[in-house]
């Protein structure tokens, strides 16, 4: 059973131009976690999803920033019109219900806006 | 709110010392706290889950402790190896927030060998 993967591992993008981050949860997972990590700050929560529902998405910036997971397919992280403040590393997490279960992490998407 | 407080926020050890680290939370209410391993560049390793109903749990040489009432975890390794070196980031699961992950900003552990 393969862990929680990410890609790209590594995106660079110009300002203005959109950035699309995957996550495909762990076999038997329907719950993913998007969290965002700054430079010298700690894991923030961005959005909660399960199958084509956005649960919570209060931790996600009103602009620019939208997120998906669609019946088929991973779950899309989408950053439009980015920015050099978006250069961090975004975090999936996944989980297999929700309450007291564990959370699995991927290895991340570095994004750096130049 | 639920609000994740990590000390020391770093700290160097000699091979061979055992290691303590130590990790707050503000609202008692939770239903588990886990450990992460995060070397530098890369992702999350699991290393420990403690269910809120449980007091401690042990892999190897790491032991983890729960007191909830009081909003505290601690983290031990014993006798480091210059491999343990990287930050560790405690992170609390809650039933208001929707079961997202409250996390500290991490213990940066450098072992020196």
């Known amino acids: 059973n393969a862990g929680v993967m990410q890609n790209p591992r590594h995106l660079v993008r110009r300002r203005g131009q959109e950035a699309r981050l995957r996550c495909s949860p762990m076999?038997?997972?329907?719950?993913v976690y998007w969290y965002r990590q700054l430079p010298e700050e700690g894991l923030k929560f961005m959005v909660y999803?399960?199958?084509?529902?956005?649960?919570?998405e209060s931790g996600m910036p009103k602009e620019r920033f939208s997120a998906e997971f669609p019946k088929e397919g991973p779950s899309i992280l989408r950053i439009q019109q980015v920015v050099r403040g978006d250069s961090a590393a975004y975090f999936c997490?996944?989980?297999?219900?929700?309450?007291?279960?564990?959370?699995?992490f991927g290895q991340g998407t570095r994004l750096t806006v130049v | 709110k639920q609000e994740v407080t990590q000390i020391p926020a770093a700290l160097s050890v000699p091979e061979g010392e055992n290691l303590v680290l130590n990790c707050s939370f503000t609202?008692?209410?939770?239903?588990?706290l886990q450990w992460f391993r995060q070397d530098p560049g890369k992702g999350l390793t699991s290393l420990l889950l403690?269910?809120?109903?449980?007091r401690e749990q042990t892999s190897g040489r790491l032991n983890a402790s729960l007191d909830k009432s009081s909003g505290r975890s601690t983290l031990y390794i014993a006798a480091s190896q210059p491999g343990d070196s990287a930050t560790y980031l405690c992170?609390?699961?809650?039933?208001?927030?929707?079961?997202?992950?409250?996390f500290g900003k991490g213990n940066q552990v450098v072992v020196i060998p």
């Open positions: 997490a996944s989980s297999p219900t929700t309450g007291m279960t564990e959370a699995f």
């Open positions: 076999k038997g997972h329907s719950h």
């Open positions: 999803l399960q199958k084509e529902n956005i649960i919570d």
């Open positions: 609202d008692s209410a939770i239903y588990n």
């Open positions: 403690i269910q809120s109903s449980q």
């Open positions: 992170a609390v699961k809650a039933p208001e927030g929707n079961n997202r992950l409250a």
